[in-house]
Nanobody, 119 residues
């Protein structure tokens, strides 16, 4: 199973960016999908997560600005980032709990996509 993230780049403060992460490979089903980020010199932190039924949870720092969504048919999770701030700068990683068989669930990470917010 591979998670391929895309959509990162350079954006000015107050702007918007949309990240995507597509899962591929031998997949029976996908449970939670989410985004984490790691700022320079800091630990990786959870940004947002979405269940297979669409229940979402956000870090306090992004509530009201970021929106996570998913397309189950495309096995893809999105992160719409609005009103971005310089402190949103970091490498964004997608993460997913994937059932590779009916009996086996594993956790996978994408390769990361860099988001840089200029002030």
């Amino acid at each position: 199973v591979q998670l391929q993230a895309s959509g990162g780049g350079l954006v000015q403060a107050g702007g918007s960016l949309r990240l995507s992460c597509a899962a591929s490979g031998t997949i029976y089903s996908i449970n939670d999908m989410g985004w984490h980020r790691q700022a320079p010199g800091k630990q990786r932190e959870l940004v947002a997560v979405i269940s297979v039924n669409g229940i979402t949870n956000y870090a306090d720092s992004v509530k009201g600005r970021f929106t996570i969504s998913r397309d189950n048919a495309k096995k893809t999770v999105y992160l719409q980032m609005n009103s971005v701030k310089p402190e949103d700068t970091g490498v964004y990683y997608c993460n997913s709990d994937v059932r590779v068989t009916i009996w086996t669930m594993r956790n996978y990470w994408g390769q990361g996509t860099l988001v840089t917010v200029s002030s």
